[in-house]
């Protein structure tokens, strides 16, 4: 079936990528590189509800789980939980890439149980940077929120020096599986210790 456009209709276009603003160097509070060694996982399908901001959208006001989930803490040592996004440009569509890289500090058969199920898992990663920016709205930051994140590599050289012989992890977007939507989105809401508290309630 054929639809003939009236003359006197108006089609409907929408712009993206329209900038509404610049973005300039604050050299009161300067950035400042790595993140804190605390690392959350959570699986993503247990999430069940997330609170976004009504006037941006990047940023994630709460997020609550299913009954009975839990959020999942890994500990790093010296800078070891390394954070990276980057754009992916594909035919039609920008879109972006997540992955966590860090060192799993345990190879106790409780630790190896958690790696075997971290392997065929769909998670979501929240990271504590150590750039607090402005009453905290900087501190922390959600990578995998929408596609997940799956297991890349896993690896444990017993013989390596550096690691002791840890687990090294690299969980990232799974290009076949769909990107991210959104760069990694800010957790915040009112200050630095409201956020921790949504944070560490997931746990």
Not at 39 to 50: F, H, M, P
Not at 58 to 63: L, M, P, T
């Amino acid at each position: 079936m054929l639809f003939h456009k009236h003359s006197n209709s108006k089609q409907m276009t929408q712009i993206c990528g329209l900038l509404a603003s610049g973005i300039g160097a604050d050299c009161t509070n300067p950035l400042q590189a790595g993140t804190e060694d605390t690392l959350v996982l959570l699986n993503r399908t247990q999430i069940a509800t997330l609170t976004k901001n009504i006037s941006n959208p990047q940023v994630i006001e709460d997020i609550v789980l299913e009954s009975a989930a839990l959020g999942y803490v890994f500990q790093g040592l010296n800078n070891s939980i390394a954070p990276k996004s980057m754009m992916v440009k594909g035919r039609y569509f920008r879109n972006w890439s997540h992955e966590i890289n860090f060192i799993a500090f345990d190879v106790s058969p409780e630790a190896k149980q958690v790696i075997e199920d971290m392997k065929d898992g769909d998670l979501t990663a929240i990271v504590y940077n150590k750039y607090k920016g402005t009453s905290g709205n900087s501190a922390f930051e959600i990578y995998g929120l929408y596609a997940g994140l799956k297991s890349e590599t896993i690896e444990r050289d017993v013989t390596n020096a550096e690691t002791q012989g840890a687990f090294n992890i690299l969980l990232k977007t799974d290009n076949e599986r769909g990107l991210e939507p959104y760069q990694p989105q800010t957790l915040f809401i009112t200050d630095y210790a409201t956020t921790l508290a949504v944070v560490e309630a997931l746990v």
